[in-house]
Antibody, heavy 119, light 106 residues
Framework: QLQLQESGPGLVKPSETLSLTCTVSGGSISSNNYYWGWIRQPPGKGLEWIGTIYYSGTTYYSPSLKSRVTIYVDTSKNQFSLKLSSVTAADTAVYYC???????????WGQGALVTVSS | DIQMTQSPSTLSASVGDRVTITCRASQSFNNWLAWYQQKPGKAPKLLIYKASSLDSGVPSRFSGSGSGTEFTLTISSLQPDDFATYYCQQYHSYWTFGQGTKVEIK
């Protein structure tokens, strides 16, 4: 059974860079036809797609966040990571990592990690 | 960007009711439309993909339909476990979620 687990600091200072890692177990992150994504949810609000990376290394980012986001894969650790720079209080959210299969939506999700931006 | 608009934002219903949630897209696309259920403190759970295909293990009281710019999620007979927030998502051009519909007890 595929499992995803987010990890990283729960508190980040304004203007700094938020860094999260998603560890994948029960399957290979290098498998063909899969993509890996980050989605966030501010407290009490809806879901917002942040970005996606395919097994090929191709990345897609939300236009509203593109200038601040980097997603990359570490195949040796079966992990993929998110970096979001120049954070503000508006970036406070639960951050989810998820997997999807080509031509299909996100089907496996991590449990989520709350990141608070505060000095 | 394809924007997704759900209605209603909140829906009050009773056990046994038939419930319908609508999702409208800012432009037409193929049927790459998914529906998720989310309960407080939990990750979203995939219910339906390709507009009308039920994910594995999802009860048959859930169904999806639609095409182009208008899609619907229907729960034929609302059960106690169904009180939650539901999101639509298009995955035709990047990925975009609707703002969510909270189904609450009447």
């Amino acid at each position: 059974q595929l499992q995803l687990q987010e990890s990283g600091p729960g508190l980040v200072k304004p203007s700094e860079t938020l860094s999260l890692t998603c560890t994948v177990s029960g399957g290979s992150i290098s498998s063909n036809n899969y993509y890996w994504g980050w989605i966030r949810q501010p407290p009490g609000k809806g879901l917002e797609w942040i970005g996606t990376i395919y097994y090929s290394g191709t990345t897609y980012y939300s236009p509203s966040l593109k200038s601040r986001v980097t997603i990359y894969v570490d195949t040796s650790k079966n992990q993929f990571s998110l970096k979001l720079s120049s954070v503000t209080a508006a970036d406070t959210a639960v951050y989810y990592c998820a997997r999807g299969e080509s031509s299909s939506p996100f089907d496996y999700w991590g449990q989520g990690a709350l990141v608070t931006v505060s000095s | 960007d394809i924007q997704m608009t759900q209605s209603p934002s909140t829906l009050s219903a009773s056990v046994g009711d038939r419930v319908t949630i609508t999702c409208r897209a800012s432009q037409s696309f193929n049927n790459w439309l998914a529906w998720y259920q989310q309960k407080p403190g939990k990750a979203p759970k995939l219910l339906i993909y390709k507009a009308s295909s039920l994910d594995s293990g999802v009860p048959s009281r859930f169904s999806g339909s639609g095409s182009g710019t208008e899609f619907t999620l229907t729960i034929s007979s609302l059960q106690p476990d169904d009180f939650a927030t539901y999101y639509c998502q298009q995955y035709h051009s990047y990925w975009t979620f609707g703002q969510g519909t909270k189904v609450e007890i009447k």
